[in-house]
Nanobody, 120 residues
């Protein structure tokens, strides 16, 4: 399984971006699709997730501004980010928690990260 993240960039405060994460390779089952971010000098944090294809969860700091969605036919999930703030700046990583095969344990897969910079 490989994940390819894209869509980051430089945007002014109040602007918007859409991140995409495309999965290649087969996987037995998917438990969660998510987006994490890591700001300079800070720990990586969960921004948004979809669990079992239906339940969404957001960090308090992005509720009402970010939306996570998935297109199963394209093996791709997205993070629509609006009303961006300078504190949203960081490297955004897509994450998949899933079971690679029937006989293996659930594990994390990570994309390579895409930089989001919000200027004030």
């Amino acid at each position: 399984v490989q994940l390819q993240a894209s869509g980051g960039g430089l945007v002014q405060a109040g602007g918007f971006l859409r991140l995409s994460c495309a999965r290649s390779g087969m996987i037995f089952s998917i438990h969660m699709l998510g987006w994490y971010r890591q700001a300079p000098g800070k720990q990586r944090e969960l921004v948004a997730s979809i669990t079992n294809g239906a339940f969404t969860n957001y960090a308090d700091s992005v509720k009402g501004r970010f939306t996570i969605s998935a297109d199963n036919a394209k093996n791709t999930w997205y993070l629509q980010m609006t009303s961006l703030r300078p504190e949203d700046t960081g490297v955004y990583y897509c994450n998949l928690k899933g079971q690679p095969t029937y006989s293996t344990a659930k594990r994390d897969f990570w994309g390579q990260g895409t930089q989001v910079t919000v200027s004030s």
